[in-house]
C-alpha cells in the first residue's frame, strides 16, 4: 500500500515562529502537493511538484514556500506564521501515470 | 478555469435511507472526476473516479456515481447508508495548469447518519 507520512498530527506554534511541515511518500511517486483544509472551504492546493528540485506554485502560495531535495520528501514552509494560517494540513503524492492522489492523515496547527 | 461546486454543505439521513450528494464541475477540455471520502481525523481516501467509458461508476463501500455531460454532474449515490458511512466528502476534478495536472477540489458534503 502506499504511504503518505506527515512528520506530525498537532502542532502549536506562536506568531511569527519559522514553522517547518514534513510530508515523506513511500512509493516512488513523482508528483506531490500540499493542500490546506478549512471549513466551507474544501482543500486549496498551496504548492506542488513535479520532481526534484521543481515547484509550481498553486492557488494560495502566499506565506508559504516549498522544498523538495529528494523524491520522497516535500516540505512545506511557513516563514513567519501568523494566525490566519491556523489550519489542517495535507499532503498528497500521485504517480506520473496515474490520476489517483494519495493523502496522508494531515497536520492540524495552531498559531498563537 | 474548471471548478467543481458541492451544492450541499450538509446532508442528514437516517441510517439505511438512500443518500445523494450533488456535485456539478464546470470544465471545457477532458473530464476525469473523483469522489474522495474522509474519516473524522483521517486523512482523504479515494472512493470512485470516472476517466472515460461507462458513465456509471462503482466505487467501494456500496457507493456509485454517474457522470453527465449535459448536466455538467457527478452526483454520488448510495441505496442504503451506514452510521459508518458518517464522513465528509469531496467532489473533485482535474486542472491542466501550465502543462501539468492538478486536483481541484470542491468545498466538501458533511454526511450525518442518524440511527
Redesign the interface.
Known amino acids: 500500500d502506499v504511504k503518505v507520512t506527515q512528520s506530525s498530527r498537532y502542532l502549536v506554534k506562536r506568531t511569527g515562529e519559522k514553522v517547518f511541515l514534513e510530508c515523506v511518500q513511500d512509493m516512488d511517486h513523482e508528483n506531490m502537493f500540499w493542500y490546506r483544509q478549512d471549513p466551507g472551504l474544501g482543500l486549496r492546493l498551496i504548492y506542488f511538484s513535479y520532481d526534484v528540485k521543481m515547484k509550481e506554485k498553486g492557488d494560495i502560495p502566499e506565506g508559504y514556500s516549498v522544498s523538495r531535495e529528494k523524491k520522497e520528501r516535500f516540505s512545506l514552509i511557513l516563514e513567519s506564521a501568523s494566525t490566519n494560517q491556523t489550519s489542517m494540513y495535507l499532503c498528497a503524492s500521485s504517480s506520473a501515470s496515474d490520476t489517483e492522489a494519495f493523502f496522508g492523515q494531515g497536520t492540524r496547527l495552531t498559531v498563537v | 478555469a474548471q471548478s467543481v461546486t458541492?451544492l450541499d454543505?450538509q446532508v442528514p439521513v437516517f441510517e439505511e435511507a438512500p443518500v445523494e450528494l450533488r456535485c456539478n464541475y464546470s470544465s471545457s477540455v477532458s473530464v476525469?472526476l473523483?469522489w474522495?471520502v474522509q474519516y473524522p481525523?483521517?486523512?482523504?481516501?479515494?472512493l470512485l473516479?470516472y476517466?472515460s467509458g461507462s458513465t456509471l461508476v462503482k466505487g467501494i463501500n456500496g457507493f456509485e456515481a454517474e457522470f453527465n455531460k449535459s448536466q455538467t454532474s457527478f452526483h454520488l449515490r448510495k441505496p442504503s447508508v451506514h452510521i459508518s458511512d458518517t464522513a465528509e466528502y469531496?467532489c473533485a476534478v482535474?486542472a491542466a495548469?501550465?502543462g501539468?495536472?492538478?486536483?481541484?477540489?470542491?468545498?466538501?458534503t458533511r454526511l450525518a447518519v442518524h440511527p
Open positions: 458541492q454543505s476525469y473523483f474522495y481525523n483521517q486523512g482523504l481516501q479515494l473516479k476517466l469531496f482535474i495548469s501550465g501539468y495536472n492538478k486536483l481541484i477540489f470542491g468545498a466538501g
